[in-house]
């Protein structure tokens, strides 16, 4: 199972980001996907959950209205779109799937 995201950098306050994750080693059409976020001296925490069509999204209460899940099953392919970014959204952000986790990429947004 591989994992491996991109499309993170360092941005300013307002601006906007697509994340993307290319998995591969795995059923990626029919696994649940999922990002997440890890900010300097927080725990990790939950950002968004796409079901395996796409069809079923979830996002945390920060992310609602800014961010968005999507995936495309024919590239074996998840993206996280951030438009609105926020300082506080600053964090180094993973995918998850596949019982597996991507090494992260870093997001880091300037006032």
């Known amino acids: 199972v591989q994992l491996v995201e991109s499309g993170g950098g360092l941005v300013q306050a307002g601006d906007s980001l697509r994340l993307s994750c290319a998995a591969s080693?795995?059923?990626?059409?029919?696994?649940?996907m999922s990002w997440y976020r890890q900010a300097p001296g927080k725990e990790r925490e939950l950002v968004a959950v796409i079901n395996t069509f796409g069809h079923s999204t979830y996002y945390a209460d920060s992310v609602k209205g800014r961010f968005t899940i999507s995936r495309d099953n024919a590239k074996n392919t998840m993206y996280l779109q951030m438009n609105s970014l926020k300082p506080e959204d600053t964090a180094v952000y993973y995918c998850?799937?596949?019982?597996?986790w991507g090494q992260g990429t870093q997001v880091t947004v300037s006032s």
């Open positions: 080693g795995f059923a990626f059409s029919s696994s649940g």
């Open positions: 998850s799937g596949g019982n597996s």
